[in-house]
């Protein structure tokens, strides 16, 4: 077990970011993601609207200001899809067969447009694929904070990850 967050991150030849392969991880790996963002209000109205998300939380200054929150509320699939995003550079880019699922998403604290997030993985658990002998499933547990170091966001993923060695 590795102890502490450090980036471990692979680079490829021509320098950009690649994740790890499957048998590259141990449980108890953690990264903690140089990649940090601040949230806009661009950010939120963008992707409350694609999404066709009418929720006067996100989109209505004067019900928000009205609710207990008594500011903007961010969208919470945003955060959810921010802190995946944080992660991929570090864990699975290159090395992704498929993201199999998420489980256990909670947002224990909401998020304001203005708040600076970071995020945090660890490794929990490894199994080869059955079915795939050229892969192996890792499951990530994410954490996204923000500036004052509240959890805004947690989950587990679990991705199919291609091994270095098939």
Same mark, same amino acid.
């Given at each position: 077990?590795?102890?502490?967050?450090?980036? /471990?991150?692979?680079?490829?030849?021509?320098?950009?970011?690649?994740?790890?392969?499957?048998?590259?991880?141990?449980? /108890?790996?953690? !990264?903690?993601?140089?990649?940090?963002?601040?949230?806009?209000?661009?950010?939120?109205?963008?992707?409350?609207?694609?999404?066709?998300?009418?929720?006067?939380?996100?989109?209505?200054?004067?019900?928000?200001?009205?609710?207990?929150?008594?500011?903007?509320?961010?969208?919470?699939?945003?955060?959810?899809?921010?802190?995946?995003?944080?992660?991929?550079? %570090?864990?699975? $880019?290159?090395?992704?067969?498929?993201?199999? /699922?998420?489980?256990?998403?909670?947002? +224990?604290? +909401?998020?304001?447009?203005?708040?600076?997030?970071?995020?945090?993985?660890?490794?929990? %658990?490894?199994? +080869?694929?059955?079915?795939?002998?050229?892969?192996? !499933?890792?499951?990530?547990?994410?954490?996204?904070?923000?500036?004052?170091?509240?959890?805004?966001?947690?989950? $587990?993923?679990?991705? $199919?990850?291609?091994?270095?060695?098939?």
């Amino acid at each position: 077990m590795r102890v502490g967050f450090s980036t /471990g991150s692979n680079r490829t030849d021509a320098g950009t970011m690649a994740g790890r392969y499957f048998d590259q991880w141990r449980i /108890g790996d953690s !990264i903690a993601h140089d990649i940090r963002r601040t949230v806009t209000e661009t950010d939120n109205l963008l992707f409350t609207t694609m999404t066709h998300n009418p929720q006067p939380l996100h989109l209505d200054a004067e019900a928000a200001k009205a609710s207990e929150f008594g500011q903007i509320l961010v969208n919470g699939t945003f955060t959810f899809a921010l802190m995946v995003g944080l992660s991929v550079g %570090d864990t699975t $880019l290159g090395t992704l067969v498929a993201n199999l /699922g998420y489980d256990k998403l909670v947002m +224990p604290n +909401p998020v304001f447009i203005g708040d600076t997030l970071r995020c945090e993985t660890e490794v929990t %658990d490894l199994k +080869p694929s059955k079915s795939r002998p050229n892969a192996g !499933i890792v499951t990530f547990t994410h954490r996204l904070r923000n500036q004052r170091d509240q959890i805004v966001c947690q989950c $587990l993923r679990m991705a $199919l990850l291609k091994r270095s060695d098939a």
